[in-house]
């Protein structure tokens, strides 16, 4: 009905307003788009911090990344993704605890 679609219209316009959205049609558009590019994109190196914190919040082993089935996972999500070994997930570990103690040490020693 008329009456559904123009409380519609007045419901999307008053959205529009709280968020500071334009009101033509390529405005919207655009912050669809934008809000569709800040979901992340994957990268190696987010992939391989992603495996690091993995390891240290969940106490899993640093060789998880040689499981079949978290291969299979990988594959499935994202065809040709290279994983790394044990021994870089492990050097990650590593890097990741140092800068941050070095972070702690200076938040603390003000």
Do not use: W
């Not at 559904?4 to 788009?33: F, I, P, W, Y």
């Not at 990268?43 to 990344?65: D, E, G, Q, Y």
């Amino acid at each position: 009905t008329s009456h559904g679609t123009k409380n519609l219209l007045r419901t999307m316009h008053e959205c529009n307003a709280r968020r500071n959205v334009g009101e033509d049609e390529s405005s919207a558009a655009g912050a669809q788009q934008t809000l569709e590019r800040s979901i992340s994109e994957y990268t190696p190196a987010r992939h391989r911090a992603l495996i690091a914190m993995r390891c240290c919040v969940s106490k899993r082993p640093f060789n998880m990344v040689q499981d079949p089935h978290y291969v299979e996972e990988v594959q499935l999500l994202r065809p040709g993704t290279s994983i790394p070994s044990p021994i870089t997930v492990s050097r990650d570990v590593n890097l990741i605890y140092e800068e941050g103690s070095k972070l702690v040490k200076e938040y603390f020693s003000v």
